[in-house]
């Protein structure tokens, strides 16, 4: 996403005030109904003491690949010994960025760029390695990140076939011309993060007839959106499968409004170890791009993997656990 991103966020992926409002006040109503996300840890911990320190409690955006990874990354601190859990889809990067810091989860999979600008709207650096150099002086005291991936997943500006032929559409600079006449469907947090409808409109005159809100991270929501040209150009996180699966075309992006946005876990001081350290960054030295596409496909392809079996099958593939 998403990033998300899985998302990072493909995060969490993504209406200002209001969509952050809206996320709380979900939140609060699952509470009220014994079902927040918040409310307590799944049963991926092991029982017993971990030996690695205080346990550890993962948790997740509210899209599958950010699921995936967190899963990944609690069976990682499992199998070093580090007794972990996690709380998946917490929501979006404005409320599971504040459960990290509040101490409710310790860990949660981030993507690199997004992060840098929910903390700083106006930091200018876009590359992998400049984003991730600068990500820790800009986060608040007592939160950090570990290594990044190789693992990459962008919002990206998706358009079908038929509309890239029918406006001749390769590049954002492309869609600036006829974006007036073209509705996006993206979630609602879209239309006022800085990559959103600001940095469009900052970047290339890119002012887009409207938007339509769907809260699936780019999902099946969106894409039937698209194809049904209820919106004509849609937020789909890069490592999507649908992508490929439906011939869309993903619009280049030479001003670089879509920062780097590499996996890396965003983490709480207070109970991170060096033993947790190393398992995570163990994740980071493998996780690859194509790594994150064949994942969202197995859980949300045909196949509907349930995440944590996902991670695991992941994780022996990669020898980081039996």
């Given amino acids: 996403m998403k990033n998300s991103t899985d998302s990072q966020g493909r995060a969490l992926s993504r209406r200002g005030l209001a969509g952050l409002a809206a996320g709380v006040g979900l939140a609060l109503a699952l509470s009220a109904c014994g079902g927040s996300p918040l409310s307590s840890p799944s049963s991926s911990a092991p029982t017993g003491g971990g030996g690695g320190g205080a346990?550890?409690?993962?948790?997740?955006?509210?899209?599958?690949?950010?699921?995936?990874?967190?899963?990944?990354?609690?069976?990682?601190?499992?199998?070093?010994?580090?007794?972990?859990?996690?709380?998946?889809?917490?929501?979006?990067?404005?409320?599971?960025?504040?459960?990290?810091?509040?101490?409710?989860?310790?860990?949660?999979?981030?993507?690199?760029?997004?992060?840098?600008?929910?903390?700083?709207?106006?930091?200018?650096?876009?590359?992998?390695?400049?984003?991730?150099?600068?990500?820790?002086g800009k986060l608040p005291e007592?939160?950090?990140?570990?290594?990044?991936?190789?693992?990459?997943?962008k919002d990206a500006m998706v358009v079908t076939k038929a509309t890239a032929e029918k406006y001749q559409l390769k590049s954002i600079a492309d869609l600036a011309k006829v974006c007036k006449d073209l509705t996006m469907g993206a979630p609602a947090t879209f239309e006022t993060r800085a990559y959103g409808f600001p940095g469009l409109k900052a970047n290339y005159g890119c002012e887009l007839k409207g938007l339509k809100p769907f809260s699936d991270g780019g999902g099946n929501l969106t894409l039937q959106a698209l194809l049904s040209d209820e919106v004509q150009v849609a937020d789909i996180y890069t490592t999507t499968p649908s992508i490929e699966d439906n011939d869309l075309v993903v619009l280049e992006d030479p001003k670089n409004n879509f920062k780097a946005q590499q996996?890396?876990?965003?983490?709480?001081?207070?109970?991170?170890?060096?033993?947790?350290?190393?398992?995570?960054?163990?994740?980071?030295?493998?996780?690859?791009?194509?790594d994150l596409i064949k994942l969202n496909r197995a859980v949300s392809g045909e196949q509907k993997q349930n995440p944590k079996d996902a991670a695991a099958d992941w994780l022996k593939e990669k020898g980081l656990a039996k």
């Fill in 263 to 290: 996996v890396l876990p965003l983490y709480n001081e207070a109970k991170m170890t060096d033993k947790a350290r190393d398992a995570l960054n163990a994740v980071s030295k493998v996780l690859t791009t194509e």
């Fill in 142 to 153: 007592g939160l950090g990140v570990l290594e990044a991936a190789k693992a990459e997943n």
């Fill in 55 to 136: 346990p550890l409690v993962v948790g997740s955006a509210d899209f599958p690949e950010s699921q995936v990874i967190a899963e990944i990354y609690a069976g990682a601190l499992n199998a070093a010994g580090v007794t972990a859990s996690t709380k998946l889809n917490i929501g979006s990067r404005e409320i599971y960025f504040k459960a990290v810091q509040d101490g409710s989860i310790d860990i949660a999979p981030d993507y690199s760029g997004n992060l840098l600008s929910h903390v700083d709207a106006n930091a200018p650096e876009v590359s992998a390695d400049d984003v991730y150099k600068a990500l820790p």
